[in-house]
């Protein structure tokens, strides 16, 4: 009976090894692991790059979002994260954390932080949230002021991620990469070490959730995305990140390449259920349906019918190993099967080798899918090409 | 002496298809326990003596002997303690309830 595993990292966070376990028994078995449970859209800081519309609201009352917890942990979801929007602008935010800690959720929180006193660190702390990421666009506080356009916001979150940090909470500094923002990654890791706390860069900049393209000219440019990979701040190991690919094998053909609808989840603050909150995809209204039923619905279904080498043109790409495909964005670019310039992009600055869209097409060229709204479901199959329109091969000639 | 153990409330835990998954939040350690381990973790409820559980939940459901049983019980439930995601104690875990 004691034949427990317990696995750790010098760093506290569990090791790969585990969580993959962990991870690959609730994909065969389509449980919902992980879940990222979107508050509010609402904001108290006007960030140029954020895909969100903050003046939708209707989001759930403390009575909704508690149901929403209750079937989320009767689905056998693990691993919470608690996002906006801005989550402290709810008044019942400590209501709702404490009510998913007696759940025996695993806590994570999104947060500015600017709002976070040394009280609410402390209740934080107290109700036992594991981990707590916070967004800093730059080592330079008025540049990051001028992104969230909130005077004092650099100083007010480095403050948060002390106060977390100090009660023992684990903080990670999460710095999205774009144009006019972070440039000196080495400057954003030395703020981070000093303040005891992980970092962890990310230069995908995405589509607004309704669809407009704006955010997406943010994008860094070809040059300097080669130069963000081939940071050291950025890249721990420049050897396993800018390897050339090797070809793909029929356990990485029959395989997919994301868990967003597979294991895991994103709920708006509306109870639209999708697969992440970067593939806005509605597949159903927690308002109108069961979480399990909407899990287990037909677009659900047929995203978790998806493998690798069911993929228009990524199933024959030499890069397919090093790509890192993103299904939210290939679908926000019009084609859930299809690549993602964006993705195809990021694996070209790493591994040197042209990709399908990438660089024969410039970033944001590609027509880009105006995805639902609350209550606006959108048929899957009007998505999917038919069944005899498909360019991939059935066996593939690697 | 009797020995009371609990779940720690420092956790976060979950069911998956039969088998407990146990993260403690000191640490970020992971946990997995298997039948018996999470027949005794359901059971440890802070005022049931660990002799009573491995009597109701281990015995009573596994071909086991009882000094066996407890003996290993009570080197899981220190192990776990040690880790921080359960609380042992020789008298009644009021901070459990």
Redesign the interface.
């Known amino acids: 009976m004691t034949d427990t595993v317990s696995i750790t990292t010098a760093g506290g966070e569990p090791q790969p090894s585990l969580l993959d376990q962990i991870g690959a028994r609730a994909e065969a078995r389509s449980i919902p692991l992980a879940a990222h449970l979107d508050l509010t859209w609402k904001c108290n800081e006007g960030c140029v790059h954020c895909y969100l519309d903050h003046s939708v609201g209707d989001d759930m009352d403390t009575a909704e979002v508690k149901g929403v917890l209750d079937q989320l942990a009767a689905a056998g979801t693990m691993f919470l994260t608690l996002s906006g929007g801005e989550i402290m602008l709810r008044k019942d935010i400590f209501e709702i954390v404490a009510y998913a800690r007696s759940l025996l959720f695993d806590v994570r929180l999104k947060t500015n932080g600017i709002l976070i006193s040394e009280r609410d660190a402390d209740r934080f702390a107290e109700m036992g949230v594991r981990q707590v990421n916070i967004s800093i666009y730059s080592h330079r506080p008025e540049v990051h002021d001028a992104i969230t356009r909130v005077p004092g916001s650099f100083a007010r979150s480095i403050e948060a991620i002390r106060r977390l940090k100090s009660r023992g909470l684990t903080v990670e500094m999460r710095v999205p990469v774009f144009k006019g923002g972070a440039d000196n990654y080495a400057r954003l890791k030395a703020l981070a070490d000093e303040l005891g706390v992980r970092i962890l860069f990310d230069a995908t900049i995405t589509p607004r959730m309704d669809g407009g393209q704006a955010p997406v000219a943010l994008n860094i440019d070809a040059d300097t995305r080669e130069e963000f990979y081939l940071d050291p701040a950025v890249t721990a190991s420049l050897e396993d990140a800018c390897a050339p690919p090797t070809p793909p094998g029929e356990e990485l053909l029959n395989g997919h390449s994301c868990g967003a609808g597979f294991k895991s989840c994103y709920i708006t603050p509306q109870g639209d259920v999708m697969p992440c909150v970067t593939f806005p995809l509605v597949c159903g209204s927690l308002r109108h349906s069961s979480f399990l039923a909407i899990w287990k619905s037909a677009p659900f279904l047929q995203i978790r019918g998806i493998r690798n080498r069911d993929l228009d043109t990524c199933s024959s790409c030499s890069s397919l190993s090093s790509c890192h495909r993103c299904p939210g964005l290939a679908f926000m670019e019009g084609n859930m099967r299809g690549p993602s310039i964006q993705d195809c992009q990021n694996t070209y600055a790493q591994t040197k080798v042209p990709t399908p869209l990438y660089p024969a097409a410039p970033l944001g060229s590609a027509p880009l899918r105006g995805p639902a709204h609350s209550g606006q479901f959108v048929p899957l199959a009007a998505l999917l090409p038919a069944a005899g329109d498909r360019s991939y091969r059935e066996s593939a000639n690697y | 002496m009797s020995v009371y153990v609990a779940r720690s409330?420092?956790?976060?835990?979950?069911?998956?298809?039969g088998e407990m998954?146990v993260?403690s939040?000191r640490?970020?350690?992971?946990?997995?326990?298997?039948e018996?381990?999470t027949e005794?973790w359901l059971a440890a409820d802070g005022h049931t003596p660990l002799s009573r559980i491995v009597e109701d939940k281990?015995c009573a459901k596994f071909e086991t002997e009882p000094e066996a049983a407890y003996a290993?019980?009570e080197?899981?439930c220190r192990?776990?303690a040690e880790?921080g995601i359960m609380v042992i104690s020789d008298q009644p875990i009021e901070s459990a309830r």
């Open positions: 409330r420092e956790i976060a835990a979950r069911s998956l298809d998954i993260m939040m640490d970020s350690r992971l946990f997995t326990l298997n018996v381990a005794i281990v290993d019980a080197n899981l192990g776990l880790h």
